[in-house]
């Protein structure tokens, strides 16, 4: 297992395109995070998933996010009608209840967002 | 609420020791994680804490005291490849990450 991956690394789009990206997190993991990091901050919680159920959502995330884990292995965000403010770093994270103590949630790369 | 303060910027020197420190306010506390993060890519798991007291692993040790809602990151015998930012995240269901405070070391 590779670890928690990320694609595309790289998106750019014009403002009001739709744009999806994608997680694939580690295998036994059966907990999937998405949060959103902008320059000099860190990362903001945006939705969860234990297995295929999305168990919170963020206040931040407004009607155009939208978040699946169709089968309880990789998922998916999606943003409807891109905005400037939506330039960020989207990072995905898993972990596994139980082992969360010694090893924490464990990052991928991030897809790096740019509305122009 | 939640609310998570570290400061924004520190400077050192190699081969110092280094102390960072992290203020929180959460109910339903459930451990305290420090994570590094270099400039571009993703965050790595550094260290939790759910009880209190000094954990340490290697140069890196991370204390806890619960009842004053206070952490902090200790960094010994630093190396120029420690500059990056650290951040400090409070567990309930989720993480919430501080702002992360961003560490020069020079030479």
């Known amino acids: 297992d590779t670890g928690v991956s990320q694609d595309p690394r790289h998106k750019i789009t014009k403002r009001g395109q739709n744009v999806t990206f994608r997680c694939d997190p580690i295998s036994e993991h059966n907990r999937l995070y998405w949060y959103r990091q902008t320059l000099g901050q860190g990362p903001e919680f945006l939705t969860y998933?234990?297995?295929?159920?999305?168990?919170?959502k963020s206040r931040l995330l407004s009607d155009r996010f939208s978040a699946e884990r169709p089968k309880g292995s990789f998922s998916t965000l999606e943003i409807q009608r891109t905005e400037q403010g939506d330039s960020a770093m989207y990072l995905c994270?898993?972990?596994?209840?139980?082992?969360?103590?010694?090893?924490?949630?464990?990052f991928g790369s991030g897809t790096r967002l740019t509305v122009v | 609420g939640q609310n998570i303060d570290q400061p924004t910027e520190m400077t050192a020197t190699e081969g110092a020791i280094v102390q960072i420190n992290c203020t929180y306010q959460?109910?339903?506390?459930?451990?305290l994680f420090w994570y590094q993060q270099h400039a571009g890519e993703a965050p790595t798991f550094l260290s939790y804490n759910v009880l209190d007291g000094l954990e340490e692993k290697g140069r890196f040790s991370s204390f806890l005291s619960r009842s004053k809602g206070y952490s902090y990151l200790l960094l010994k015998e630093l190396q120029m490849k420690d500059s990056a930012s650290y951040l400090c995240a409070d567990r309930t269901n989720k993480l919430i990450f501080g702002t992360g405070t961003l560490l020069a070391v020079q030479p």
């Open positions: 994270a898993s972990s596994l209840v139980g082992q969360i103590m010694n090893y924490g949630y464990t």
């Open positions: 998933f234990q297995n295929e159920a999305q168990l919170e």
């Open positions: 959460t109910s339903g506390f459930n451990g």
